[in-house]
């Protein structure tokens, strides 16, 4: 099946493996929670069992350093695609509203970005991630 429509998430590479997936977890939970047809339907299993739905669509994860991730910040920008993102300064807090504090502190150029994750046309989101390899 194809989509319409591209969820990417951006990680940088130099992160422990902890960091890299909770970074990717709070990322699709951005999208899920921004784009709630990318939703699907809850899961049941052969005994009854319900189980929570899922994003419905594929989501590739690409690796980037610093200035990579900074690059695909901009271009998301200037393509109207607002994304959800992640700063090392977030993995010293304890909170959702912390998170927002230590992001709220910094100018947009001086943030030192883990993360990114947006969800746009596939022809958009091609262009933002343009050069970038998949996270490996």
């Given at each position: ?78 393509r109207d695609v607002r994304p959800a993102l992640y700063t090392e300064d977030m993995f010293r807090t304890t909170h959702d509203a ?39």
């Open positions: 099946m194809q989509f319409d429509t591209k969820i990417a998430v951006v990680i940088r590479t130099d992160l422990e493996a902890w960091q890299k997936l909770n970074v990717a977890s709070f990322l699709a939970g951005g999208i899920a929670a921004s784009f709630p047809p990318c939703v699907g339907e809850p899961y049941q299993d052969g005994s009854g069992t319900r189980y929570l739905p899922l994003i419905g669509q594929p989501i590739l994860i690409y690796g980037a350093d610093r200035p990579q991730l900074s690059r695909a910040l901009e271009r998301a920008l200037a912390a998170n927002r504090e230590v992001v709220r502190a910094v100018a947009r150029a001086d943030l030192n970005l883990v993360g990114l994750a947006m969800r746009a046309e596939r022809k958009v989101i091609d262009k933002i991630v343009d050069g970038l390899k998949f996270h490996s």
